[in-house]
C-alpha cells in the first residue's frame, strides 16, 4: 500500500511516502531521497515493487512536494536535509535504515553520513557525486536562480532538461519526459530557490566515501550527463567493497528512465547484502 503521510518537526511539516512490501511484520526499511528540482514521487517505480521484507519511505525534502520551505530567514543548508531525515526517523522509531539518494538526494545522504553516521547502515549513491560545486557550477547555480525569477519552474525544468534526462530518453520515452516536467513544474519558486542555495553551498563529501563500513551501491544511468559514469566510477572506488550498476539507456534519472533495470540492480543489493 502506498501511503502519504506527514508530521510536524519545528514547525515545518514533513510529508512522505509509504511503501511496505509483502512478509515480515518487522521489515527492513529503505529510505530514498529525491533529486532536484522534484519531490517524493520521482521513487514511485521503486516504490511499486518493494520486494518482501521490505518498507521504502520516501520523503519530500525542504521545500519540495508537500513538505514546508522553513524558516525563511534562516540560510538553506544541506543540513537542513540531515536535520529533517533524523526528524522522520525518530517519528518512526527507526534507529538506522538503509539509506539511498538520487543526485541532489546522494548529496542529503552524505549530509546525514556527516552528521549522523550511525543512523545509516546502507547506502545507496545513484546518479550523483562527492565533491561540493567548484567555480564554474556554482556560476552556473547563479544563472539557475536568474533563470527561476525570470521564468519560474518552467523555465528552469527547461533549463535542465538535457541534462536531466538521457538522450534515449528525450528522443523515445515522451511520458517520462512529461512525467518529470509535471513533477517539476508542481515544485514552488521559493523551495526550487533554497533548494538551488543548498546545492550551491554543500561541502565536499570526499573524505567520507572511504570511512564507509557499511554496504554501499552506486548506481549511474550510463546516459547521465550531470553525474556520469566516471563520477559513479571514482566513487566506487573510493568506497571498500562496494557494488557498481551501470544502468543501460538512462541518464540522470535512472530510476524513472529504466526502472525495470534500476529497481533489479537496487532489489539484489538489498537481497545480497541484507540477508535476514
Ligand atoms: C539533481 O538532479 O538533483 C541535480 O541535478 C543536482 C545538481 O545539479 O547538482
Redesign the pocket.
Known amino acids: 500500500m502506498n501511503m502519504r503521510t506527514q508530521f510536524r518537526h519545528s514547525g515545518r511539516d514533513i510529508s512522505y511516502l509509504d511503501v511496505v512490501g509483502p512478509g515480515p511484520s518487522q521489515p527492513q526499511t529503505l529510505l530514498l531521497l529525491h533529486?532536484?528540482p522534484l519531490a517524493a514521487e520521482m521513487w514511485q517505480p521503486q516504490l511499486e515493487s518493494v520486494p518482501a521484507g521490505w518498507r521504502f519511505i520516501a520523503p519530500d525534502l525542504r521545500g519540495f512536494g508537500s513538505s514546508s520551505p522553513g524558516d525563511p530567514a534562516a540560510p538553506p543548508s544541506v543540513g537542513d536535509y540531515e536535520e529533517d531525515v533524523v526528524a522522520l526517523l525518530d517519528h518512526l522509531a527507526l534507529d538506522s535504515v538503509v539509506l539511498g539518494g538520487?543526485?541532489?538526494?546522494g548529496?542529503g545522504a552524505f549530509a546525514v553520513l556527516r552528521r549522523a553516521p550511525h543512523r545509516v547502515r546502507g547506502l545507496v549513491l545513484a546518479?550523483t557525486r562527492a565533491e561540493a560545486?567548484g567555480e564554474v557550477?556554482r556560476a552556473s547555480r547563479d544563472g539557475m536562480l536568474e533563470t527561476l525569477a525570470i521564468g519560474g519552474a518552467a523555465a528552469v525544468f527547461e533549463r535542465?532538461r538535457p541534462?536531466?534526462l538521457g538522450v534515449t530518453t528525450r528522443a523515445s520515452r515522451p511520458a517520462v519526459v512529461e512525467r518529470v516536467r509535471q513533477l517539476a513544474l508542481a515544485q514552488t519558486d521559493v523551495g526550487i530557490r533554497r533548494g538551488i542555495q543548498r546545492?550551491k553551498t554543500r561541502p565536499d563529501s570526499t573524505a567520507l566515501l572511504s570511512r564507509l563500513t557499511c554496504p554501499a551501491i552506486v548506481i549511474v544511468g550510463e546516459e547521465d550527463e550531470?553525474?556520469g559514469v566516471d563520477d559513479a566510477r571514482r566513487m566506487h572506488r573510493q568506497i571498500a567493497g562496494a557494488d557498481l550498476a551501470i544502468i543501460s539507456r538512462a541518464g540522470?534519472?535512472s530510476n524513472l528512465e529504466h526502472p525495470e533495470e534500476f529497481t533489479a540492480a537496487l532489489a539484489r543489493f538489498l537481497a545480497t547484502r541484507f540477508a535476514p
Open positions: 533529486a532536484f538520487l543526485s541532489m538526494g548529496y546518479d560545486d557550477a535542465m541534462g536531466l546545492l550531470i553525474t540522470h534519472l
